[in-house]
């Protein structure tokens, strides 16, 4: 349970990142660790350089652009979790942030490490999934921003190359008004989901919907879309009924089936976990179904 | 392969020492300080037994580099007794029951040391959420709780509750 020898090294700057990344053989980047520390530890990673990018100023901060909450991509979770300007712009993220991992790893875990790991049950990816996110990839070519459906390409795999490496991640502010709902279940709080929803709804005169996100993760292979729940759902009056009729497409998502539960129990699960979650999002647009 | 010099100021001590980059936090305070207190459990990052600050924040020393914490404070379970006088938190853990074998008590100590620094008033469930990451085999959370809710309320500054009897109700 020691991970094998490696070289460490701990740019200052983005630039300087972006060099080590694209010259050193076998490099991977250290973000939180707290994902890729213990497949070192097991040695199911074994690298000759690490780029911790810790110590790069670039990569934090949280601002408000043109209608964007942007987040740097090494702000810790907890950072996050208790960020005002979060809860404000993007109470999903916040709400979701509760259920990653436990304080002692979000202490250390990072937003960005969290959707370069791209675990299918992480609730980070499928908040980014549900305000369909942009990330900002920064490499020695420059940087380039990826539609987080673009940067999700199936299990733990995304379209990061071997040297780039996540600078930012932008969220577009819903209405203000809007309403979200975030659900999980898992066996103890903190561990991996078997199955989750995350859900917006922005709501309005007569109950319709003008607006309608819904993904939900730990059933496929990676966070999903619920497409024809959302198309269900908007343009008309909302409703419990509207909720559990849309949330039913959720069903037609192919499941993976592991030791942990089997494939019809997580489409179980992901149709559940949806009607609370879009429950929850209509009742804070100020609708009770 | 590379070796690094690293400094870190541990229970309000600097140390400095020349560490490979693979050696964790862990094997640092245990090996190179001689800080045994910090226990190691799965070295994964799921037991919660080698939980400590580092600046201020609960860690898992297992899941971090001693390199990463250079120029950090760290805080491990020996730095919680001030002068060998056990910490409000330490004397309900012996006078609820709170520990079994003791092996998860040094990461149930810091982990809930940050708890009542920032949550004067935790309610059972916020206690109970905030342990989910520490495993404890002996079963031993019931007296573990109640220590917890204990120690907050001592830190308040109300009267301790009356310790439970030695049989220790829910183990």
Known sequence: MKPAPFDYHAPRHLKEAAELLATLPNVKILAG??????????????????????????????AVIDGRL???????????????EVARHCP??????????????????????SLAHADPAAELPAVCAAYDAVLHLASIRGLRSVPFREFSLGFMTTALAPDEMIAAIELPIWRSGHGHGFHEFARRHGDFALAGAAALLDIGAGNV???????????????????????ALTGKAIGSTAIQNAAAAAWLVEPISDIHAG???????????????????ARRAGVDG | MGKQATRIT???KSH???????????DFLRHELGLTGTHLGCEHGVCGACTVLVDGHTARSCLMFAVQANGSEVTTVEGLAADGELSVLQQAFMDNHGLQCGFCTPGMLITLTELLRDNAEPSEAEVREALTGNLCRCTGYAGIVKA??????RLRGGTPSQPSPASGGGR
Do not use: K
Request: charged share 25%; glycine share 10%.
């Open chain 1, 92 to 113: 999903l993220l916040a709400e979701a942030l509760r259920h990653v991992g436990h304080r002692q790893t979000r202490n250390r875990g990072t937003i960005g490490g």
């Open chain 1, 209 to 231: 919907v003008r607006g309608a996100a819904l993904a939900v993760f730990g059933v496929a292979e990676q966070p999903v879309r619920v497409d024809a729940a959302e198309a």
């Open chain 1, 263 to 281: 494939g019809d129990y997580r489409r179980h699960l992901a149709q559940v976990l949806s009607v609370r979650a879009l429950t929850d999002a």
């Open chain 2, 16 to 26: 400095a020492r020349v560490v490979e980059a693979r050696l964790t936090l862990a």
């Open chain 2, 10 to 12: 541990v229970n309000g």
């Open chain 2, 148 to 153: 917890a809710l204990d120690a907050a309320q």
């Open chain 1, 70 to 84: 942007r987040i740097g991509a090494m702000m810790r979770q907890r950072d996050l979790e208790t960020s005002p």
């Open chain 1, 33 to 62: 660790g707290q994902s890729l520390v213990p497949m070192m530890n097991f040695r199911y990673v074994i690298v000759d350089h690490l780029v911790d990018l810790g110590h790069v100023d670039d990569l934090r901060g949280i």
